[in-house]
Every structure is written in structure tokens, then in C-alpha cells.
């Protein structure tokens, strides 16, 4: 144990890393210390751990230097030093995917695995499954079996990790431990009943019914383990969730486990309850009841988890969280700055519209002493209860404009910038107000990308206010403070007021015509660019190329100029080849100019909570990337008008799950059909999909899926030509996916044999709606769109009685979603107890035909239409109007 001991004078030295300044070559020299006899386990301790902390500081070694100091390390075998073995089985993993020949040290760590040294055992085992490979494991198979029994607890559970680890390369062989497995869920130990339970899963994942008996099975006995009992609550949460539905055993285990011993079990079945999709407020009951005693805790841990498990639950379940206010409102003055948010934003997303003000003095008591990630969940709590109670709009901003001048990071103060610009575009009434707490933060705002999104906001918004020329000081006073890309930002801005405001478009121009004298070459060009365009006093042509501005992908456009590049520059570039960028919201377009837990995740790793907004504008590149990966679609040319969301063509609890994903091009579509094989005994050859085609159109091509195993998704596709007619282009195709069926082996997934035989599977139809043919575009001035249309497009009116719909807002939901364009002015939004109102939609049809649309409706026994369409085809426009009768 002299091992263990520090010196005197080493206690005395103090802190610091005394490995900071070591270097590769160096430590790698004084490996050869290795090679002396007799070994010195002091020294090769010390030498060992800077090996080892610098692989973990990401420091790469070479395969020659990896696989000297290998073989230098197996010669420390000689010294019985416990704490010198411990490190050689630490190095030996480190190094063993580094190194070539490491299989040789495999009858040292077999001979210690089986060795009578219990402190050697646990460690070995370890280092040899991570050297071990396919061909090898069968040698040591009959000792990782008896390891997993041995009667050492961390002998068994360094056996039971290992062998998780070792269903990645053989899980064949490892499927063959399951006797030793269920024999190692009934431990004593609180661990290995754990990892025993993590193998068995793992091991009948694949096979449900071996699941749902195994999870049976131990629900009626009684696990030890508390660990085991939350693994057992994920799996049947994760049964439950397929059964699509939770009246079922399952539930009321997990339903009895809140009456559990263990308070890691209580809460496990509290969070796993509160989080099942279709859980219905009783069934919520029981778990929010024992959340609420955990809120009284002495525990702050269980405080915590109690009202951050809380918190999620009033997004969707407000009301079942009502019976816990009181104690949440306890909770308010708690030391635990953390709880104290958590609690007070519950209260935020349950309490009345009364409690508002009474709730936001509370928090401005204690909102600067927490850290900036739990300010985060403040501002979203803040961003609800705005939406929920539009009329207090002024104390929630003035409160999130006091926050925007508290010290903080770019998140932070992101966070509040996004909630901000979130009201403003939800409730009309705020807008000026909004505006007016940014002009405010901008004048001190530190962060480059922060300016330039409230700039491109004030632009956007600020020419339709009642006064828009207080806006004009703020912007300017950019240019005159700021940095390069603040100044840019701050020049585009004014020329929207130019372009929008002809009161204002003098005073515009003189302040542009300043910016041509920026010493930065991106703001004179702005400048130069937008001056040009104002003088020539076409409000047309301003408002095209200031205030709409180009409304293409941005990733298309690079494409499309590389491959116009590459080819004869005497053909001009043509815009209507570049795809159109996706429409994202107010809040979503100011993010845009931003700069560029499971069951198995609870044994093996724990990963850092994230998130990742995924936009529709990467989900259409990925499929462009899909699309130019199939050769044969090459002669369709570049990237398709628009890609559609995901059709179901199947339940998803069938044997073959198959969706749809509708590409138009401007004189084809493309039906890209991506096919799901769930069955393990099934290997599935030549996959194709046969439609039969509506009247007008015609089949080009069908590309089949040649091998569809199990597990796995394949695409299959089929092209077909529009009719010339367009009407016929809005139809419906019956589908049939036919496919060779070969038996497999269930376990390796290889065919029993060549032959195999023919089958098919009715899909269900695929419908080619109006919306399928229409990208969306934002107006950011449909009034000035809708005039200047009025001289150049073909325009139809009709009117229409929509008797099924009772009420505004659903009337303007499914002419929004029928005809796929894009609502403009807001329009979509529908104001309390109005009897009439006004939508405006905008979209650009297949070929880049312009497309806008007016609808007045009127609210009586039913909805009226007035439908007014304007088009640059006329057989477009009859095609709209046609479509909504």
C-alpha cells in the first residue's frame, strides 16, 4: 500500500498540473525505462500516466511510436506492483488501436483474468475484449462466460461491460452468453444486476417478443438493483410507446414503481410517465402528485429534478400542474438560484393573467444572480406567456428590455432579441414598442451578428410603422459607430425606408450617398448600389431589388454558378435555374443571419443535451444530394422546383414501411419512394414501385432498389411527365411495390439460397396536389406586389361558399394548406371576433410562373370567398381558381 502515499515534500509542492509542458518525444524516450531490470514501478508509473495524458489530451502518436512503446510496456508483466499492472491494462487500451501486433500480450491478460488476484481480474478483462477481435473471441469465450458468474462482483461487472461492448463486432457470439446473463440478473450486487439487465437487452432488442417477455418477466420479480429497475422503466417506456398506447401492464408497473423504496426509481417513473406521448392528464396524476412531494425535499437534487420535470410538463399539461403552485410558489425564495428560476417559470407558463405583474417583481429580485443558461429559460417562459396573454405585452418587454441591458453572452441576449421579434410578429399591437426596446439595445450592443439581425429586423418592419422616420436615427448612427458589417447591415436597412417610404426617400439618399465615402469596400458598394436604383424613381424596380430582394437558395445559387462556370459563358445564366430558398418565419429569417436519452445511452455514454434546428431549406438540399447521386436522373436537369414533405404509403407498424417524396421539376416528377424491410428473415431483391398514371401523364423511368435487407431503407423511383394540360396535372396514382423475396438467416441476414420468389404490396395512392406544383415566396410588401401586378399579370376572380368551415381561422388554415403558397402581411393571423378578413398568399408555380392570390372572407352561416387570382400564365391563374372549386 506504500504505493498509494505521497511524499512529504510532494504534499507540500501544492497544486498545478505538473504535466502541462511535457512533450511527445520526450516521454517517449523515457519509455525505454521499460526495458530495465529489475523494473522500477515508481518510475514506470510516472512515465505510463504521461503516456496516457497525452493520448487524452489529443495528442496523436505515430503506429511505429505507438507500437514501440507497446512492446516496450509488456515487458512491466514481470513487476507484481498492483498500482504498475493497473496502468499497463489502462495503456494497453489506449494503445491497442494505435498499435499493430497488440494481440500479443492476449495469454498475459488471459493468465490474469484467471488468475487468483481479484485486483487484477476486473481490469484485464477489460483490456482484453478491447485488443480482441472476431476470429480471437471464441479462444477466450469459455472464460467470459464463467467471469460473468464469478462470484467478485466487479469481476462480473467488468465482464457483463465488456461484453456491450463486444456486440458491435461479434453480437453472434455474445448472443450465446444469455444463460450467464440471466444467471447474473439475479446478483446480490446492485451493479452487475444493473449491467446484466443492459446485456439481456441489448442481446433481444431485435426480437420484441423476447423483449416484452424478458420485461415481463422481471416486472413480477423483484429486482434488487435500483439502477436495473430505471432500465427496466426505459425499456417498458420504450414497449409502451410502440403499443401505441399506455391502458396496458406496463403502465401500471411503472405506475407501481412510484410507490418504489428508492427515490431514483420514484423519480424514474414519475419523468418516464410525464413523458409518454399520448398520456392523459389522469394518468398524469400520480406522477405529478409525487413530483410535488419531491418539491418539499431537505434534497436539493430532488427539488430540482422535481420542478425542471415540472416545467416540461406545463408546455403541454398546464393545467395538471396548477395543483402544485402553491408549493412552487415556496419554492420561489429557495438558495438554489436554480430551483428558484425553474419554479418561477412554471409559475409563469400556469399562473393566471392576474399573477403576471406579481410574478415578474419576483424575479427581478433574484434574475441577475443566476447564470445565463437559466436567464435562457426565463426569456422562453417569458416568450409563452406573451403568447398567452397578449395584453401584458408592455411589462414583459419593458421587463426583457432590462434584461437586454444586464451584463450576459450572445446567447443570452440572442434569446431575448428571438422573443422580442417573436412578439412583434405574433401581436401587431406590440410592434412599436419592440421596435423601440431594440433601437435602444442596438446603441450598445456589443455583439457584431445581434446589430445586424435587429438591423435587417428594422428595415423590415420599420417603414410600415406610424412613424417611420424615428427609426432612420438609429440606423445611421451605425454607420457613423460601428464596424464593417454593422455599417453594411445599417446601409441595406435605410435603403428599405427608401425604397417603402417616399416622404423619406430624400433624406435616404443623402445619408447613401455619405455611405459612398466609407472607407469599407462592402458598404460603398451597398451604397453605390442602392443609389442607383433610387434614382431612377421606379418604385417598381425598388421595390424588386431592395425590399424583395433575390429569394433564391443560397447553396443552389453556388451550384448553379459552378456549373454555368464549367460551361459556354455565351449563354447568359439563367435565375429561374436556381432552386428557391424555403420561407422561414420573422423569427427564423433574423436567426438566419446569425454567423456562420435512451436506454443504451444510460450504459455506455451519456450524451450532452443539444439541439439542432433543422430548416426545410437542408432537408430539400439533402434530397438534391440524394437526386444527383442517381445517374440516371442526370437528364432532368440540375436540382427539382420543389421537393415535398414525406408521405406515409403504409402503417408503420406493417411488415414493409414505405414513404413517398414528391420532386417536381418543371416538366417531370419525380416519386422517390423510400422503402423500410422490418422483417429479419427477409432479404428483399429488385424492389420497385409500379404506379398506374392519371389521365395525361406518362411513366419515363423506373429506377428499382436492387437490395433491401433488413433494417435498412432503400429508394426506388419513378419518373413521370406533367400533361400538357393543367388541369390534369392535379390527380391521384394507385401504387404497387413489387419485389423478389429471399429467406435469410435471421442472425447473419445471408440468404438460405439463390432462389427466391415473386411478391408485391398494394401502397396506398399517391395524390399530386396544387401545393405539390407551388414554392412558397415571402411579399415583404404584398401591396406593392399586388399593383404592379395588376399591369402585367392575367387576373381571374371567382367566389366561392365554403359551407363546411365555421370559422375564419379554419377557413384561412386550409386555404393556406390546400394551395401551398405563402401568407403575407401577416394575413394568416385571423383578430379576435372579426367577421370578415383579408388573406394574401404568394407563391411561384413549376417553370417560375409569379403567382398571387387575394381572398376576402366573410364569416356567416358559413364562409364566402372572394378569390382573386393574378398570374403571369392565364392558364395558371384558371388553374387555381379551378382548383379551390
Known amino acids: 500500500m506504500n504505493a498509494f502515499k505521497r511524499d512529504k515534500k510532494e504534499e507540500e509542492d501544492g497544486g498545478g498540473n505538473p504535466f502541462q509542458n511535457i512533450e511527445k518525444t520526450t516521454v517517449l524516450q523515457e519509455a525505454r525505462t521499460f526495458n530495465d531490470t529489475p523494473v522500477n514501478p515508481r518510475k514506470c508509473t510516472q512515465i505510463l500516466t504521461k503516456i496516457l495524458y497525452l493520448l487524452n489530451q489529443g495528442e496523436q502518436l505515430g503506429t511505429t511510436e505507438a507500437t514501440e512503446a507497446f512492446f516496450a510496456m509488456t515487458k512491466l508483466f514481470q513487476s507484481k506492483d498492483v498500482i504498475l499492472r493497473r496502468m499497463v491494462y489502462l495503456g494497453i487500451k489506449e494503445l491497442s488501436a494505435i498499435a499493430e501486433d497488440v494481440i500479443i500480450v492476449t495469454s498475459s491478460l488471459t493468465k490474469d483474468m484467471t488468475g487468483k488476484e481479484d485486483l487484477y481480474r476486473a481490469a484485464a478483462i477489460r483490456a482484453l475484449c478491447s485488443i ?82 424478458l420485461v415481463a418477466k422481471l416486472t413480477r420479480s423483484f429486482l434488487k438493483s435500483p439502477y436495473a429497475v430505471c432500465m427496466l422503466i426505459r425499456i417498458a417506456c420504450k414497449l409502451l410507446e410502440e403499443e401505441d398506447g399506455s391502458d396496458s401492464p406496463l403502465f401500471d408497473f411503472i405506475e407501481v414503481c412510484l410507490r418504489h423504496k428508492s427515490e431514483m426509481v420514484i423519480y424514474e417513473a414519475a419523468h418516464a410517465i410525464v413523458n409518454l406521448r399520448r398520456t392523459t392528464p389522469r394518468e398524469l396524476a400520480p406522477a405529478v402528485s409525487v413530483l410535488q412531494l419531491f418539491c418539499s425535499s431537505p434534497k436539493p437534487t430532488l427539488r430540482f429534478a422535481a420542478v425542471r420535470t415540472l416545467n416540461k410538463v406545463a408546455m403541454s399539461h398546464p393545467s395538471a400542474v396548477t395543483a402544485c403552485n402553491l408549493d412552487l410558489e415556496n419554492l420561489i425564495t429557495d438558495s438554489n438560484r436554480s430551483i428558484a428560476t425553474l419554479a418561477i417559470t412554471t409559475l409563469l407558463k400556469t399562473g393566471a393573467e392576474s399573477s403576471v405583474d406579481r410574478l415578474m417583481k419576483q424575479i427581478a429580485s433574484f434574475v441577475s444572480e443566476i447564470s445565463d443558461e437559466f436567464k435562457i429559460v426565463v426569456v422562453q417562459a417569458i416568450r409563452a406567456l406573451c403568447l398567452k396573454f397578449p395584453r401584458k405585452h408592455s411589462v414583459l418587454m419593458n421587463f426583457l428590455s432590462a434584461m437586454l441591458r444586464d451584463e450576459g453572452g450572445l446567447e443570452y441576449k440572442a434569446s431575448i432579441a428571438d422573443t422580442i421579434i417573436t412578439i412583434i410578429e405574433e401581436n401587431p399591437e406590440a410592434k412599436e414598442t419592440g421596435l423601440a426596446h431594440l433601437c435602444e439595445f442596438i446603441e450598445d450592443c456589443e455583439h457584431t451578428s445581434l446589430a445586424v439581425r435587429i438591423l435587417h429586423l428594422l428595415g423590415k418592419e420599420g417603414p410600415r410603422t406610424k412613424q417611420p422616420s424615428r427609426y432612420i436615427r438609429f440606423i445611421y448612427n451605425r454607420v457613423i459607430l460601428e464596424n464593417a458589417a454593422v455599417r453594411a447591415a445599417a446601409v441595406s436597412a435605410m435603403a428599405r425606408f427608401g425604397a417603402t417610404c417616399p416622404d423619406l426617400l430624400p433624406n435616404v439618399e443623402v445619408l447613401l450617398a455619405r455611405c459612398q465615402m466609407d472607407t469599407d469596400d462592402e458598404v460603398r458598394d451597398r451604397a453605390t448600389y442602392y443609389c442607383s436604383i433610387l434614382e431612377r424613381g421606379d418604385r417598381a424596380l425598388a421595390h424588386r431589388y431592395i425590399v424583395e430582394g433575390l429569394q433564391v437558395s443560397i447553396s443552389g445559387l453556388e451550384r448553379c454558378l459552378h456549373q454555368y462556370s464549367l460551361g459556354s459563358p455565351e449563354t447568359p445564366f439563367d435565375m429561374k435555374a436556381v432552386p428557391l430558398a424555403a420561407v422561414p418565419s420573422l423569427a427564423e429569417e433574423s436567426a438566419a443571419l446569425k454567423p456562420g436519452t435512451g436506454v443504451e445511452g444510460m450504459l455506455i455514454s451519456t450524451a450532452a443535451p443539444g439541439s439542432k434546428v433543422v430548416t426545410s431549406a437542408s432537408r430539400e438540399e439533402s434530397y438534391v444530394e440524394k437526386l444527383k447521386a442517381v445517374p440516371e436522373l442526370a437528364s432532368l436537369g440540375g436540382a427539382p422546383f420543389r421537393s415535398s414533405d414525406p408521405v406515409e404509403l403504409t402503417e408503420s407498424e406493417t411488415e414493409y414501411v414505405v414513404r413517398c417524396v414528391k420532386h417536381v421539376y418543371a416538366e417531370h416528377l419525380v416519386l422517390q419512394f423510400d422503402c423500410l ?51 390534369a396535372t392535379v390527380a391521384s396514382f394507385s401504387a404497387v411495390m413489387k419485389f423478389l423475396v429471399k429467406d435469410c438467416d435471421p442472425t447473419t441476414g445471408l440468404p438460405d439460397s439463390e432462389d427466391g420468389y415473386d411478391d408485391e404490396y398494394i401502397l396506398e395512392d399517391v395524390d399530386v396536389t396544387l401545393g405539390d406544383q407551388i414554392q412558397k415566396v415571402a411579399k415583404a410588401n404584398f401591396g406593392v406586389a399586388w399593383e404592379e401586378a395588376a399591369g402585367s399579370h392575367h387576373e381571374l376572380e371567382d367566389t366561392y361558399a365554403l359551407s363546411n368551415m365555421g370559422s375564419l381561422e379554419e377557413a384561412v388554415r386550409n386555404i393556406t394548406s390546400f394551395l401551398g403558397m405563402q401568407p403575407a402581411e401577416r394575413s394568416d393571423k385571423v383578430p379576435e371576433g372579426r367577421s370578415s378578413h383579408t388573406l394574401y398568399l404568394a407563391g411561384v408555380f413549376r417553370g417560375g410562373h409569379d403567382v398571387l392570390v387575394r381572398a376576402k372572407l366573410a364569416l356567416a352561416e358559413g364562409v364566402t370567398m372572394q378569390l382573386t387570382v393574378r398570374a403571369t400564365d392565364p392558364d395558371i391563374a384558371e388553374l387555381v381558381t379551378s382548383a379551390i372549386g
Not at 465482464?159 to 450467464?180: F, G, M, P, Q, Y
Not at 433488413?710 to 419518373?719: I, L, Q
Request: one cysteine or more; proline letters at 3%; hydrophobic letters at 45%.
Open 677 to 727: 424491410n422490418t422483417l429479419n428473415d427477409q432479404l428483399l431483391e429488385n424492389v420497385r414501385v409500379v404506379v398506374e398514371p392519371a389521365e395525361g401523364y406518362q411513366v419515363s423511368q423506373e429506377l428499382p432498389c436492387s437490395r433491401l435487407p433488413y433494417g435498412e431503407t432503400g429508394s426506388a423511383f419513378v419518373v413521370l411527365r406533367f400533361p400538357e394540360e393543367l388541369a
Open 132 to 213: 480482441t477481435d472476431v476470429t480471437m473471441l471464441q479462444a477466450i469465450e469459455r472464460y467470459m462466460k464463467q467471469a460473468i458468474v464469478d462470484r467478485n462482483a466487479a469481476v462480473s461487472s467488468a465482464a457483463l461491460v465488456s461484453s456491450l461492448h463486444l456486440t458491435r463486432i461479434a453480437s453472434d457470439v455474445v448472443k450465446r452468453w444469455v444463460n450467464e446473463a440471466q444467471e447474473a440478473v439475479n446478483s446480490d450486487s446492485v451493479m452487475v444486476q444493473y449491467h446484466a439487465l443492459g446485456v439481456l437487452y441489448h442481446i433481444r432488442k431485435s426480437d420484441r417478443l423476447a423483449v416484452t417477455k
